[in-house]
């Protein structure tokens, strides 16, 4: 027992010792006094982030999910001792009445520009606020999206912890593990893919910015909407059809299922001549492995097998 408290109180010293910290959010520097100890995330992939650097035990709570999506089993036994404080976007006041000290939000994940809670309404209640990179574009330029993007994240809350170490471990069996799945890739003739989320009007995508874009390169493919200059935006069916994709990626949340979008693609004539659907060729992703997380690696992988027609 005496050896046990003597090795707490070593690694409580090495680790205060470490702070303050500074990490780049999106265009300012956030400077971290200690760590977190009553965090609070937003939406289903920012809350997994938090959960595989094994810090639940720092959270008093989640946002964002049950009003949009629902939890699969893995994820509901992550939050099983959490409460989720909002079903949708939080309020100033659910943030602060639950006495949180750091808010894992984005831009469009939990915060709007002009919104009511940002990082600047934020900081006089003493919450400060790491934004997700993926989402940085909606308030200035950033690079293309890439699968650095949700290495960046990863890496920066495990600074912002204290659990760097669990970070980078984390970040080099992820790359060890794209690496293998990406080595017999052929890159000559890349597929033809489009992001299908949601939207029958007027489809919903993943345009340059958007963490599939980076999911579809490193399979082999490329995303027909990648001279789109946004994140997830709403397009026309038009430059779909023009563009001919040989894949349609599916993002499968709410209430409209991963199947039901597939029909609807297969039974409209005006995409009868579109190569993915006379082919019959459709790689279902679920939301959280679509958006930056944990879960981006399988989601390669996914990608790998469905664009070879395993």
Sequence with gaps: MI???????????????AYPVTVQSCDR???????????????????????????RDRMVGYTGISGW???DEEMRAGVAELPELSAKYPTKEVLAGAEAD???????YGMKVGGEVTPETLQPLGIQTYELTESCIHIGPKAKSSMDDMYND?????RIFGVGAKADELVAGWQARLTEATA?????APLRVFVYDSGEEAPFTAGAYAMPTAMIEAAGGVNIMADLEKSWAEIAWEPVVERNPQ????????DVTADQKIAFMKENPAFANIDAVKNDRFVVLEYVEATPGPRNIKAVEKLVAGFRGN
């Design 3 to 17: 050896r046990l408290s003597l090795a707490a109180l070593l690694f409580s010293a090495t680790a205060a010792l």
């Design 29 to 55: 520097e956030l400077t971290i006094d200690a760590a977190p100890a009553r965090a609070i995330s937003n939406d289903v992939n920012l809350t997994e982030m938090m959960l595989v650097l094994g810090l």
């Design 69 to 71: 999506k629902t939890l």
């Design 102 to 108: 750091f808010f894992f939000a984005g831009w469009n």
């Design 154 to 158: 990863i890496l920066n809350l495990g």
């Design 184 to 188: 017999d890739v052929n890159r000559s």
């Design 247 to 254: 894949v349609v990626v599916i993002v499968n949340y709410g």
